[in-house]
């Protein structure tokens, strides 16, 4: 029966010469007047053909002319299909066009309004490059229909957010454990964004970092405001709380009040996994920065500073100054509270021009006393240097000697000593909270050193929820293991780790790996978010601001295939 359905209804390719018929998309198509039958049975051919008369008449069945004909009929109708179909692929080439051009835009920032200037601009250089070349016309005609305007990039900007967040939401679902950082900022229309960023780490040991979502707070900041917020995205798009290991954030009272902040509020609700909390060191390295004092340097250069740079005049002639003498720089800069590496950056530059400045207050008839002072050019020097290795230290976390009197540093060497040592105290109390997870940190590092494996595993067993007894036995399985021992020094020691066999330590590897140590994401994403958000485009809506920030923050790439096969493509108006 089923060879019998096979063979009945299935095109038959001697039907093109014998009934003037074709298969187009498993239809059966008459060559001459472009109907369809039904069913694709010889008898519906056959009773089709019978009405086209002259055609039997003129182009006798089995003759070289009625072969001839059918081969000319069904070239005509490729070029018809062919007709309409190029204008639509031309429409699919153009709408993913205007995709990748929305995402480089986005990338940089621009606004939706950019896309027109940048559509401006290509049609320029086309016109000028293309129009005497063979195919000019129609590679300008093509590069015309590609959709830029405003509309059209809000649209495809919000397209693009969908889908990455489609993506995320995979990763976040196979991934085995994750860790968030938490920020919150106001943009340019005084509306309070909290950026939230998370931290997956995979089977693999791999990791991937993205921005987890945007919420605007539009009244209060306070700690129930921030969990609130926070909660109900969890909620709404099903987050796989269980796997939260820790959470990163600021030292604000909303975030780690004791008992209104937003971690309290974590820790109170039985949704949440019992988790790790780390105020971002970071921002704990500039506060240890402030306990160096040293305001009786500080607070002359930035009057010095200010007062230079204050008058336009004055500005330009110190500028002109130290392009006669050559100087090392070019200019003085301002002293910023708010910036983490303003201040050290601003004294290397001032203690570099602090000859030229001399001479400059002295040209004024200004007093110059202090800058000559040895022992007060000795403390500069020294404010100098630490706050330049503290800065070092900062950048090393995002990521990312002018004194010649001997008898004088001599005298003064006690003073600089309690300055560091002081330093040194305060680090080492508000890091404190991270000695704890120290042990675990040594040796997911350097699982075969030589350690009481009891506390390890205790230690381990008390950070990480795991079993004490279970940890022990596998660490001491682990570092008798010989080929384990013998990859000990590959980078990616732990992914060669059977995961079942090992799955106490191999979970504390994986935590290890997720935890975030600063909330560096949200700052830089704050800077993102101000520079779209600019004051030119405060009526930028929360929701169009959330989408152009994730795709530009985002290290995923949309996928065009996907975006342009969801829609109806059609060439810019």
Same mark, same amino acid.
């Given at each position: 029966?089923?060879?019998?359905?096979?063979?009945?209804?299935?095109?038959?390719?001697?039907?093109?010469?014998?009934?003037?018929?074709?298969?187009?998309?498993?239809?059966?198509?008459?060559?001459?007047?472009?109907?369809?039958?039904?069913?694709?049975?010889?008898?519906?051919?056959?009773?089709?053909?019978?009405?086209?008369?002259?055609?039997?008449?003129?182009?006798?069945?089995?003759?070289?002319?009625?072969?001839?004909?059918?081969?000319?009929?069904?070239?005509?109708?490729?070029?018809?299909?062919?007709?309409?179909?190029?204008?639509?692929?031309?429409?699919?080439?153009?709408?993913?066009?205007?995709?990748?051009?929305?995402?480089?835009?986005?990338?940089?920032?621009?606004?939706?309004?950019?896309?027109?200037?940048?559509?401006?601009?290509?049609?320029?250089?086309?016109?000028?490059?293309?129009?005497?070349?063979?195919?000019?016309?129609?590679?300008?005609?093509?590069?015309?229909?590609?959709?830029?305007?405003?509309?059209?990039?809000?649209?495809?900007?919000?397209?693009?957010?969908?889908?990455?967040?489609?993506?995320?939401?995979?990763?976040?679902?196979?991934?085995?454990?994750?860790?968030?950082?938490?920020?919150?900022?106001?943009?340019?229309?005084?509306?309070?964004?909290?950026?939230?960023?998370?931290?997956?780490?995979?089977?693999?040991?791999?990791?991937?970092?993205?921005?987890?979502?945007?919420?605007?707070?539009?009244?209060?900041?306070?700690?129930?405001?921030?969990?609130?917020?926070?909660?109900?995205?969890?909620?709404?798009?099903?987050?796989?709380?269980?796997?939260?290991?820790?959470?990163?954030?600021?030292?604000?009272?909303?975030?780690?009040?004791?008992?209104?902040?937003?971690?309290?509020?974590?820790?109170?609700?039985?949704?949440?996994?019992?988790?790790?909390?780390?105020?971002?060191?970071?921002?704990?390295?500039?506060?240890?920065?402030?306990?160096?004092?040293?305001?009786?340097?500080?607070?002359?250069?930035?009057?010095?500073?200010?007062?230079?740079?204050?008058?336009?005049?004055?500005?330009?002639?110190?500028?002109?100054?130290?392009?006669?003498?050559?100087?090392?720089?070019?200019?003085?800069?301002?002293?910023?509270?708010?910036?983490?590496?303003?201040?050290?950056?601003?004294?290397?530059?001032?203690?570099?021009?602090?000859?030229?400045?001399?001479?400059?207050?002295?040209?004024?008839?200004?007093? $110059?006393?202090? *800058?000559? @002072?040895?022992?007060?050019?000795?403390?500069? +020097? /020294?404010?100098?240097?630490?706050?330049? =290795?503290?800065?070092?230290?900062?950048?090393?976390?995002?990521?990312?000697?002018?004194?010649?009197?001997?008898?004088?540093?001599?005298?003064?060497?006690?003073?600089?000593?309690?300055?560091?040592?002081?330093?040194?105290?305060?680090?080492?109390?508000?890091?404190?909270?991270?000695?704890?997870?120290?042990?675990?940190?040594?040796?997911?590092?350097?699982?075969?050193?030589?350690?009481?494996?009891?506390?390890?595993?205790?230690?381990?067993?008390?950070?990480?929820?795991?079993?004490?007894?279970?940890?022990?036995?596998?660490?001491?399985?682990?570092?008798?293991?010989?080929?384990?021992?013998?990859?000990?020094?590959?980078?990616?020691?732990?992914?060669?780790?059977?995961?079942?066999?090992?799955?106490?330590?191999?979970?504390?590897?994986?935590? $290890?790996?997720? *935890?975030? @140590?600063?909330?560096?994401?949200?700052?830089? +994403? /704050?800077?993102?978010?101000?520079?779209? =958000?600019?004051?030119?485009?405060?009526?930028?809506?929360?929701?169009?601001?959330?989408?152009?920030?994730?795709?530009?923050?985002?290290?995923?790439?949309?996928?065009?295939?996907?975006?342009?096969?969801?829609?109806?493509?059609?060439?810019?108006?």
């Amino acid at each position: 029966m089923a060879e019998k359905r096979k063979r009945t209804y299935n095109f038959h390719s001697e039907w093109e010469e014998e009934f003037f018929f074709t298969s187009v998309k498993e239809n059966c198509v008459c060559l001459i007047c472009g109907a369809t039958v039904a069913t694709a049975k010889r008898h519906n051919v056959e009773r089709h053909f019978a009405t086209h008369n002259s055609y039997q008449a003129n182009y006798p069945e089995g003759s070289a002319l009625r072969a001839e004909k059918a081969r000319e009929l069904k070239a005509a109708l490729g070029k018809q299909q062919s007709f309409f179909t190029k204008p639509a692929k031309n429409s699919i080439k153009a709408t993913e066009a205007s995709f990748r051009a929305a995402h480089f835009l986005i990338k940089k920032k621009k606004a939706f309004s950019d896309g027109e200037v940048f559509k401006e601009a290509m049609m320029i250089i086309a016109n000028t490059v293309l129009k005497d070349e063979k195919n000019g016309a129609n590679l300008i005609s093509t590069l015309s229909d590609v959709q830029l305007g405003a509309s059209t990039m809000t649209r495809r900007v919000s397209a693009m957010s969908t889908n990455l967040a489609e993506q995320l939401d995979r990763d976040l679902a196979r991934c085995r454990w994750f860790s968030i950082q938490c920020d919150e900022s106001v943009d340019n229309s005084s509306t309070a964004q909290l950026s939230v960023f998370i931290r997956m780490v995979f089977a693999d040991l791999s990791t991937k970092e993205e921005l987890l979502t945007l919420l605007p707070l539009k009244t209060t900041t306070r700690g129930v405001d921030i969990y609130n917020a926070v909660k109900e995205f969890f909620v709404q798009k099903k987050v796989p709380l269980e796997k939260l290991v820790a959470v990163t954030t600021d030292g604000a009272p909303a975030m780690i009040g004791r008992h209104a902040g937003f971690i309290a509020h974590c820790k109170g609700d039985p949704d949440f996994p019992k988790l790790l909390h780390y105020h971002c060191i970071i921002h704990q390295q500039a506060l240890c920065a402030k306990v160096i004092g040293f305001e009786h340097v500080m607070t002359p250069v930035v009057k010095i500073i200010n007062s230079i740079r204050s008058k336009a005049k004055q500005h330009r002639i110190f500028k002109v100054l130290l392009q006669e003498m050559s100087a090392e720089y070019g200019d003085l800069l301002l002293h910023t509270e708010i910036r983490w590496l303003s201040r050290g950056r601003v004294l290397l530059r001032f203690l570099s021009l602090l000859g030229e400045i001399k001479e400059f207050m002295q040209s004024k008839g200004e007093d $110059v006393s202090l *800058l000559e @002072g040895t022992e007060w050019t000795l403390d500069l +020097a /020294f404010l100098t240097d630490i706050t330049g =290795k503290l800065n070092h230290l900062n950048c090393e976390l995002q990521g990312k000697d002018n004194a010649s009197a001997s008898e004088a540093l001599d005298k003064n060497a006690e003073k600089y000593c309690q300055v560091i040592n002081r330093l040194g105290q305060e680090f080492k109390d508000r890091f404190c909270d991270l000695d704890q997870l120290e042990p675990c940190v040594s040796f997911i590092s350097n699982p075969f050193m030589n350690k009481d494996i009891t506390d390890i595993a205790e230690q381990l067993s008390a950070t990480f929820n795991l079993d004490a007894g279970q940890v022990e036995i596998e660490i001491v399985t682990l570092q008798n293991d010989l080929h384990l021992k013998a990859h000990q020094a590959a980078p990616n020691f732990w992914s060669l780790v059977d995961t079942e066999k090992y799955s106490g330590v191999s979970t504390a590897a994986m935590k $290890v790996a997720s *935890l975030f @140590g600063s909330t560096y994401l949200c700052e830089s +994403a /704050f800077s993102d978010m101000n520079f779209i =958000k600019n004051k030119h485009r405060t009526r930028l809506t929360d929701a169009h601001l959330q989408d152009s920030l994730r795709v530009a923050v985002s290290s995923y790439t949309p996928d065009y295939n996907t975006l342009v096969n969801s829609m109806q493509c059609q060439s810019s108006h």
